[in-house]
C-alpha cells in the first residue's frame, strides 16, 4: 500500500473566494478558502492570523456611551493624535493626545460650534509653511487647528456647513453642507480662511450632490452616488471640471482611500478603483471585490452606508472596510502576487473589530493605524496579540478537495501543515469529507501546539533571545485516518497568542474506489 500513497500539495494563496462553485475552486485554487475570519493573505505568503488592537489612548474626553466621531494621525502637529467625541457639556469636542503625560488634551474651540446634529468629523491635513488640519462635521463651518489655536473658517463666502475637505492645487475645498450639497468652495492660494472671489478663491456647481471629494496626484475628484466628476488645473483661471463616469458612484463618504498608486472607492456594486489609462483623459474602472460579492452584499444589506469606515495599512500592502454594526464585521483586501494568478486582491473577513471611525498615517517613520469605536475609545491597530485583551478567535476553511477525481474515494492519511510561527500557538484543526456529509464518518478535532521562534526581524530585537532563525519545526504532521471522495481542512485558534502563518498544507492519501 506504501508505494500506492500519493501527496497532494496546496500552497496558501487565492484568499476567501465564495463565487466559484465547490469543484473548480477545488481545482484551481485549491489553497483559496471558502471560510477565513480574521487571517490576512500575507506578503510573503500563506495566511497570517492578524494582529491584535490596543486601547493605546484610553477613552476620550466627553459624553458617556457616546462614540468618537473622528481621529486623525498628522506627525507635524502636537504628538500626532487627533480625536473628537461630544462633550458632556459645552462645545470642546476636539482633543489631542499628549504622549509625555499621556492624557487628552482639550484646548478651547473658539466660534462656540453646535453639538446637535453632529455625527461625523473629517479632517485634513496640510502644510503650506506652517502645519494644520481642517476639521469638517456637516453641523458647524469649517475649522482650523495649528496646535495652538482653533479657529473656525466662518467667512461669509464660504459654506456654513460643510461635511468633507481637501486641498488641491494650493487651495482648501469644502463641500457637503446640507444645503448646497452640488456646490464646491475653494479658498484663496495658500489660504485656507480667504473665500473671497478676488483674491482667487471660488465655487463649481458640480451637478450632482457630492458623497465626497479625494484629491490624488494632479487632480481632485469628486464623487456623487451615479457620478464621479475630477477637477484639473491650478487656480480659478484655468480649473477645468470634467465627467470621469454618469453611470456609477460612491456609495459612502468615508468609503475613499488612496491605495497603492491609485483611488479605491465603495460603489454600489463593490470596491473599485480609479485608475488613468495611458490615454489623456481616460478613466478605467473594474471591480475588485468579485470573490467575496456575496459577502459584501450580506454586511452592506443593512447596513448605514455612511457609516463604513475605509482604511489602509500601507506597509501590508492591504486595505481594511470596516461595517459599523453591531457584529463588529468587516473585510480585508490585500494586494499580493500569489504563483501564476499574478498581481490581484485576496480578501478575508473581519470579526470583531468595532470600529466608528478610522486613519492611517506616520509619525516620523513609524506607521499608526487607529480607530475610534462607539464607547468613545480610541484604539491602535497593528499591535499586541489580542482585541484589546478579548482572544482572537481566527478560522481558515480550505475548499473540499478531491485530488483531480470528484467522483473516486480516497484513504486520507494524514496532512503535514506547513507554518510559520510567531511564539507558542495552539492551533485546532477540523476535518470533513464529502462536504460534510452527515452520513460520512469525521474524526474528531485535533490539535497541536507550535513552538514558534522567540524573535522575527520587524517584531523583536536581534539578539535578544536564544532563537532568530524561525519556527525550528515548521511542519505539523496530523494522522487523518478517514475516507472520502473530497476532504476540507478546518484551522481554528481561539486563544489570546502570537500570530501564525500558514504557508501550505499536503495531503497524503491513496485511492479506493469509484462510487
Known amino acids: 500500500m506504501a508505494d500506492n500513497i500519493r501527496s497532494f500539495l496546496a500552497p496558501c494563496e ?16 485549491p489553497g483559496s478558502a471558502i471560510r477565513m475570519i480574521n487571517y490576512e493573505p500575507a506578503i510573503e505568503g500563506g495566511y497570517r492570523r492578524i494582529s491584535g488592537y490596543s486601547n ?91 496646535g495652538t489655536t482653533y479657529t473656525q473658517l466662518n467667512s461669509t463666502e464660504a459654506p456654513s456647513a460643510p461635511k468633507f475637505c481637501e486641498t488641491f492645487s494650493n487651495h482648501l475645498f469644502l463641500a457637503g453642507d446640507p444645503s448646497e450639497p ?59 471640471l470634467s465627467d470621469v463616469t454618469k453611470n456609477l458612484g460612491c456609495v459612502s463618504s468615508d468609503a475613499v482611500v488612496e491605495f497603492n498608486g491609485d483611488i479605491l472607492f465603495l460603489g454600489p456594486d463593490g470596491i473599485r478603483p480609479v485608475t488613468a489609462t495611458e490615454r489623456i483623459g481616460d478613466i478605467e474602472l473594474g471591480t475588485l471585490s468579485k470573490p467575496v460579492q456575496s459577502i459584501f452584499e450580506a454586511y452592506s444589506r443593512n447596513e448605514d452606508l455612511d457609516s463604513i469606515t475605509m482604511m489602509v495599512v500601507n506597509r501590508k500592502s492591504q486595505f481594511r472596510l470596516f461595517f459599523s454594526n453591531a457584529e463588529a464585521l468587516g473585510l ?41 469605536d462607539s464607547i468613545g475609545k480610541v484604539h491602535r491597530q497593528e499591535t499586541g496579540t489580542s482585541f484589546n485583551s478579548e482572544p482572537i478567535f481566527s478560522l481558515y476553511q ?19 501543515t506547513y507554518m510559520r510561527s510567531e511564539g507558542e500557538v495552539k492551533v485546532t484543526l477540523g476535518v470533513e469529507y464529502d462536504y460534510g456529509d452527515s452520513d460520512i464518518l469525521t474524526p474528531f478535532n485535533f490539535d497541536f501546539i507550535t513552538a514558534g521562534a522567540a524573535s522575527f526581524w520587524g517584531l523583536a530585537s536581534y539578539d535578544a533571545s536564544d532563537i532568530y532563525d524561525g519556527n525550528p519545526s515548521p511542519v505539523r504532521k496530523t494522522n487523518l485516518n478517514g475516507s472520502g471522495s473530497s476532504v476540507s481542512l478546518t484551522y481554528v485558534t481561539t486563544e489570546d497568542q502570537p500570530s501564525h502563518t500558514i504557508q501550505s498544507y499536503v495531503v497524503s492519501y491513496a485511492l479506493a474506489d469509484r462510487r
Not at 98 to 103: E, I, P
Not at 332 to 342: E, F, K, T
Not at 398 to 416: A, E, G, L, N, W
Request: net charge negative.
Open 182 to 240: 452640488n456646490l464646491l468652495y475653494f479658498s484663496a492660494p495658500l489660504d485656507e480662511t480667504n473665500f473671497t472671489p478676488a483674491s482667487g478663491a471660488g465655487v463649481i456647481n458640480v451637478g450632482f450632490d457630492i458623497v465626497t471629494i479625494k484629491s490624488f496626484r494632479d487632480q481632485l475628484y469628486i464623487f456623487g452616488v451615479n457620478n464621479i466628476k475630477r477637477l484639473n488645473g491650478n487656480s480659478i483661471s484655468d480649473f477645468v
Open 14 to 29: 487565492g484568499g476567501l473566494v465564495n463565487n466559484q462553485d465547490y469543484l473548480t475552486q477545488a481545482s484551481q485554487m
Open 332 to 372: 480585508i483586501g490585500s494586494l499580493r502576487r500569489a504563483g501564476q494568478q499574478g498581481l490581484g486582491f485576496e480578501y478575508s473577513q473581519l470579526v470583531g473589530v468595532e470600529v466608528s471611525c478610522g486613519d492611517t498615517g506616520y509619525i516620523d517613520t513609524e506607521e499608526f493605524v487607529i480607530h475610534g
Open 398 to 416: 480550505t475548499p473540499y478537495v478531491y485530488m483531480d477525481d470528484p467522483i473516486v474515494r480516497k484513504i486520507f492519511y494524514d496532512v503535514h
Open 56 to 146: 493605546s489612548y484610553g477613552t476620550v474626553p466627553g459624553l458617556s456611551g457616546s462614540a468618537v466621531l473622528g481621529v486623525s494621525v498628522f506627525s507635524n502637529l502636537n504628538d500626532g493624535i487627533f480625536a473628537c467625541r461630544k462633550p458632556t457639556s459645552g462645545n470642546n469636542y476636539f482633543h489631542y493626545w499628549n504622549k509625555t503625560t499621556s492624557a487628552w488634551v482639550t484646548p478651547s474651540t473658539a466660534g462656540s460650534p453646535t453639538m446637535v446634529g453632529v455625527n461625523k468629523v473629517r479632517f485634513e491635513k496640510f502644510n503650506w509653511g506652517t502645519p494644520k488640519i481642517i476639521l469638517t462635521d456637516g453641523i458647524n463651518p469649517a475649522a482650523s487647528w495649528n
